[in-house]
């Protein structure tokens, strides 16, 4: 192949990966909890979570519950990153998936990372699972109707191209404001130590039940079809970032009661 063929097949597969290759809340929002979270943690609790993860950081540990979901081995864990309900309802654990659900799988981690009994190969599996799924629980649309599968169906355009309401909010609105997770959570808005102990308090089932509020204010926003663009993000960036903001401060909460 001659050089000048080379060099511009070369361009055009960096061309292609860079246009195809989209983070998949999406992992620059969970990376963004994890980087809030560690800022957080008390020193006791780094110590043990270094003693699990080695070197792997929060941020980079987050997003291991989307890469496993590739491999089959682990459908088991498939249900664990959401809920349904209907927009007029409570979190109720009588009603849960019989498969799991996020705060069935959030119960879970803790139990088999708190377990004595429990090896530190399971709990370094389960502490990625729980990292990710704090996050989870903090996006609104993981907490959507059953009905779309949680926004997956409520289809939009995004900047004129084909989308769906979960995906931008997972994804397309953090992507479209071009920051990375490191400069998304150096700039997270200032909150006093008061603010913290505030939104640290309650139960994992009330910080569903809060996100749920959020959740009807997004499927009351637009309708079906609908073409989003500069002035959605205007409207919601606010709460994207407040949102990831308040799952990392809630994260490190939970990583230091568990250690």
Request: hydrophobic share 35%.
């Amino acid at each position: 192949m001659k050089a000048k063929h080379f060099f511009a097949l070369l361009i055009c597969c960096l061309i292609n990966f860079k246009v195809s290759a989209k983070p998949d809340w999406g992992s620059t929002g969970h990376r963004v909890v994890g980087e809030i979270a560690t800022k957080y943690l008390k020193p006791k609790t780094k110590r043990a979570i270094k003693k699990l993860l080695g070197r792997e950081s929060l941020a980079l540990v987050s997003t291991f519950a989307d890469e496993i979901k590739s491999d089959r081995r682990y459908n088991e864990f498939y249900t664990w990153h959401f809920i349904n309900m209907p927009l007029d309802a409570k979190y109720d654990p009588a009603k849960r998936h019989p498969d799991g659900d996020l705060v069935s799988g959030i119960e879970q981690c803790i139990n088999i990372i708190k377990s004595e009994t429990s090896s530190d190969e399971d709990k370094a599996f389960y502490l990625r699972m729980l990292i990710h799924l704090v996050g989870d629980l903090h996006q609104p649309m993981h907490v959507g109707l059953e009905e779309d599968k949680g926004g997956n169906d409520f289809k939009v355009q995004w900047f004129y191209e084909d989308s769906n309401l979960h995906r931008v909010w997972d994804t397309e609105m953090i992507d479209t404001y071009g920051m990375t997770y490191t400069e998304l959570a150096d700039n997270a808005r200032f909150i006093s130590k008061k603010d913290i102990k505030e939104l640290q308090k309650g139960t994992v089932i009330d910080w569903v039940n809060e996100t749920h509020e959020l959740t009807k204010n997004v499927y009351g926003s637009i309708k079906k079809g609908d073409n989003l663009r500069y002035s959605y993000s205007y409207n919601h960036f606010d709460t994207v970032r407040s949102q990831l903001q308040i799952a990392g401060i809630r994260l490190a909460k939970v990583l230091n009661d568990l250690f």
